[in-house]
């Protein structure tokens, strides 16, 4: 009996162990924690069906890829971004919205961007 008792003890420890690393870890405290640092961050998956997250000097944008057909391949063709919060924007100039662009664009070679309200405004001036 006391084998037993050890052996749920060693898998609670385990398990412990398991869900704090996991929730240090988790792709949501990453950005947070970019964000917080004013660093470039960008969170993305393979599935071109799921949104992305960037952020740059405290600023979050999401991201929505849409894939289409390229010369041989289907590939993601358009992407939509948005702030989170408009607030956020508050001291960034065009160099840093190119810059955003350019970091897309290397994961993201055949894609267009296009902005959404009120960067896209902010832009065309």
Same mark, same amino acid.
């Given at each position: 009996?006391?084998?037993?008792?050890?052996?749920?003890?060693?898998?609670?420890?385990? @398990?412990? *162990?398991?869900?704090?690393? +996991?929730?240090? *870890? /988790?792709?949501?405290?990453?950005?947070?924690?970019?964000?917080?640092?004013?660093?470039?961050?960008? &969170?993305?998956?393979?599935?071109?069906? +799921?949104?992305?997250?960037?952020?740059?000097?405290?600023?979050?944008?999401? =991201?929505?890829?849409?894939? =289409?057909?390229?010369?041989?391949?289907?590939?993601?063709?358009?992407?939509? &971004?948005?702030?989170?919060?408009?607030? /956020?924007?508050? =001291?960034?100039?065009?160099?840093?919205? @190119?810059? &955003?662009?350019?970091?897309?664009?290397?994961?993201?070679?055949?894609?267009?961007?296009?902005?959404?309200?009120?960067?896209?405004?902010?832009?065309?001036?």
């Amino acid at each position: 009996m006391i084998w037993l008792l050890r052996f749920v003890l060693l898998f609670f420890i385990f @398990f412990l *162990f398991y869900a704090v690393v +996991k929730i240090l *870890f /988790t792709s949501s405290r990453k950005l947070e924690s970019a964000r917080k640092h004013n660093r470039f961050l960008l &969170i993305d998956n393979d599935d071109v069906r +799921k949104n992305f997250m960037l952020t740059y000097k405290g600023a979050v944008f999401a =991201g929505e890829k849409y894939i =289409g057909s390229t010369d041989n391949t289907f590939d993601v063709i358009s992407i939509s &971004i948005w702030p989170e919060n408009s607030a /956020t924007l508050k =001291g960034m100039v065009k160099d840093d919205f @190119f810059y &955003i662009d350019k970091k897309i664009l290397e994961n993201y070679p055949n894609a267009e961007i296009n902005w959404k309200s009120p960067v896209k405004e902010f832009l065309q001036h």
